[in-house]
């Protein structure tokens, strides 16, 4: 069976940019193999290029347009829904090089669409106050993701998705997010690789936005015990007899070599 792999980056192959036990050699291991492969991930502090920097630094062999950001999926999407719209972007980092096409302003009284990337000190009382205004006012607001969390080396910090709920409460609308869990990623990184759903395997380290997500899409989902992964969370989602559980499970990318090798004789 022909499989292709979707492979988060941060908590799967690093945690603040430093390669995880293994995952440089399994990586590597996977593209001798000759896996068709995309990263997928949400992160938006740093553009496709700078992650492949760093990934590279790292020791990973990885190009630039083999990386999927949420910011570039994000500036597709508004190429489709919103063309020629100028976009208010609050994001905790520099990414307009994945913004290409989107036509952006700093300041945002003048902002026909709003866009909320990562979360960092750059989500002031302040900012998000505007982004109610604004949202009350009938602008359209969109989201890079609606991640919880992300995982560094001091723990976990809070991202996105834990201020877009109390936005939507207050505004009484709904904001569109457009990477992971949101099906539009995984159909994009799809169709990238021209292989069905069901062939691709998406692994990461979120039980929720990349495995169930993933496999909400159709995809099957891998879920590593690296990263954000709490095993509580895990056992509390087996004791639901009725709900979705991730469909395999392995302690990190080193395993995934093998795990790979059994998907594909079945």
């Not at 201020?163 to 904001?175: M, P, Q, V």
Request: aromatic share 4%.
């Amino acid at each position: 069976m022909t499989l292709g792999l979707l492979l988060d980056i941060d908590g799967v192959m690093v945690t603040s940019w430093k390669a995880l036990p293994g995952a440089v050699q399994a990586v590597e291991t996977l593209a001798e193999q000759g896996y068709p492969r995309m990263f997928l991930t949400n992160t938006t502090s740093r553009s496709r290029g700078e992650i492949a920097s760093l990934l590279t630094d790292c020791g990973f062999a990885v190009e630039p347009d083999e990386i999927l950001t949420a910011a570039k999926l994000t500036a597709e999407y508004l190429a489709a829904h919103h063309p020629g719209k100028r976009v208010w972007v609050l994001n905790q980092g520099p990414i307009v090089e994945d913004m290409t096409g989107v036509e952006t302003t700093d300041d945002p009284s003048r902002a026909q669409v709003v866009v909320l990337g990562g979360a960092g000190p750059v989500f002031t009382h302040e900012a998000l106050s505007t982004v109610l205004e604004l949202m009350v006012a009938g602008v359209p607001v969109i989201a890079m993701h609606r991640s919880m969390t992300w995982s560094t080396a001091h723990g976990l910090s809070i991202d996105t998705g834990v201020y877009l709920e109390g936005l939507e409460k207050a505004a009484g609308r709904k904001i569109r997010a457009i990477g992971k869990p949101s099906p539009l990623g995984f159909r994009a990184a799809v169709e990238i690789l021209q292989l069905e759903p069901t062939q691709v395997v998406m692994v990461g380290d979120d039980m929720h936005n990349d495995v169930l997500g993933a496999q909400a899409a159709a995809l099957v989902g891998v879920l590593v015990r690296t990263g954000k992964f709490r095993e509580e969370a895990l056992r509390d989602l087996q004791r639901d007899e009725f709900g979705p559980v991730p469909d395999h499970v392995i302690d990190s990318i080193a395993d995934l070599p093998m795990l790979m090798e059994k998907l594909a004789v079945r």
